[in-house]
């Protein structure tokens, strides 16, 4: 895959035009037998490292670790699919990333064929046993967030692996046993610890409490893994080796199931209720996506992302939304700080600034009162899409101070979307974190665009044969009702699966149906905000996706307008704060991933985009 100059500003067609020369047209002689390579395996810096950008012409991936985005690579060098592609990927991060996501934990998957879309459900739920009540203390109050997460009780039914089986028998290519080879090789052969964990193992306070985790991340007297030391998980190929020959059955039935429910229920002082029934019964889900409609530099785009228990389509559907009926259009990037503070680069502008965190505010107080699992909650307006209605956006954005000098509203209400009330009580604010994201476009017309999370850092900080447990059901509100006594629509409920900010997104050239766009994030709460950003960049500001993933990160959920730090002028900052705003700058670390079609001569070309906050990379032919 070719680089391209991350500070290059460009259209799609002249950014197409400039890189013809420079790629290569590939090949179109049939594809080995897969067998899978053990690249040179990377060194890298934690922090804020420059990435060029890449381009392609047939395939790409995008992942959150190189060795990751390497075996997503070679299935696809082998003539697999996009789906075949993210599992390979998805069982190399489960080893190489176990602080983000892996088979003890869920995910959300869009998928296209052409213009076709199908949302894939591989959330977690909640065990049949559980009650809302869950994280209530014995004062009879919310319990402090990390004593919920810590131990067997934040556990919920892992579902990635069974979702993906699902979408592989309606879209593999390449036998399922078969995309288990490398994360089994490097399992059993070693691989170097990067950067990331290396440092995360650092400052983690909790993961040492688990015999099993202590042992394998800290096996020195206590002393946490180097970057560049080679580390082996022989139990974690062992169960691979187990789903490889028996599918999902492998690890939610049998002995592997079983060491995960022993795990939960018999942790010394904050057990949880999973049950081998719970396990057994876990069923991934297919449902209709989240559409849009979007218009930017007269193209229209159609916008596709999961619907609920995801909050993200919809947030970042109403933000884009309401900010189309602003003047934000009229404004573009000014000149700021780069990623060491100090280097000039573009960013967005305190006008601009001010009419994105309004909206934002907007859409998360909607987010906090009416998102939650559609199997338990009822939708307002009886339609999710009732959310995301021209008119309903349109009458929102009115409460946006647009005239110059226009104060921050700094908390905004939930509106009253469609003819039909929902009585819920608002989500009050709680934190999240982790989170990891694939995107591949593969070389048959089909797309992928994965957000895949085990919650928390570490998730529970329970290790299970070579294996991290979720802490997922600390995403449900820990206070089930307001103090009236009215209920809060994310609140925990048996089999119910906690709302989501994961935002897995695919656009569409709405004239054509031609994918345009995969991309997505990790972050938590944030995940909304970062993908919108990108998406933003790409659509509004022509940018390619490496410059629209570097532009600094921004962000409200509905309270203090939160800024990434160094990477703004005191000038924008000030602004901010003439204008109402409470500026908080802090570390707003987003790994995003992005893959953009384009054309150069009538030929296809991809541009890939890789966070450079963290160690991803994209691949392609």
Known sequence: MTPTPANQQSSFPLLAAALAATLLVAGCASAPPFAYTVPQQPEGASGYTEKPGWASHKFAVAAANPLATDAGYQVLKAGGSAIDAAIAVQMVLTLVEPQSSGIGGGAFMLHAHGSTVEAFDGR???????????????????????????????????GTVRMLEMAHRQHGKLPWAQLFGPAITLAENGFKVSPRLATLLQTEQHLKKDPVAAAYFYPSNGQPLAAGSTLRNQPLADVLKIIAARGSQGLLEGDVAQAIVSKVQTHPTNPGKLSLSDMAGYQAKKRAPICHDYRAQSRDYRICGMPPPSSGAIAVGQI?????????????????????????????????????????RLAFADRAQYLGDPDFVQAPGGNWMSLLEPAYLADRAK?????????????????????????????????????SHISIVDGFGNAIAMTTTIEDAFGSRQMVRGFLLNNELTDFSYAPADAEGKPVANRVQPGKRPRSSMAPTLVFDKATGQLVMSGGSPGGALIIHYTAKTLYGVLNWSLMPQQAINLPNFASLNGPTLLEEKRFA?????????RGHEVREMNMTSGLQAIVRGQAHGTPLLLGGADPRREGVVMGD
């Not at 005191?570 to 003439?578: D, F, G, Q, R, S």
Request: net charge negative; hydrophobic share 40%.
């Open 124 to 158: 977690e739920t909640a065990p049949a046993a559980v009650d809302e009540k869950l994280f209530i203390g014995a004062d009879g109050k919310p319990m402090a967030f990390i004593d919920g997460v810590v131990g067997g009780r934040s556990v919920g039914v892992p």
């Open 320 to 360: 884009l939304g309401m900010l189309g009926n602003t003047p934000a259009a009229t404004l573009g990037l000014v000149t700021g700080t780069g990623g060491d503070g100090t280097t000039p680069a573009p960013t967005p502008s305190a006008d601009w600034l001010h009419l994105y965190t309004e909206a934002s």
């Open 399 to 435: 409460l946006i101070a647009v005239q110059p000098g226009g104060q921050s509203m700094k908390v905004a209400k939930a509106g009253v979307p469609g003819a039909l009330r929902v009585s819920y009580a608002p989500m009050p604010d709680q934190p999240e974190y982790g989170t």
């Open 570 to 578: 005191p000038a924008t900052i000030e602004a901010l704060k003439a």
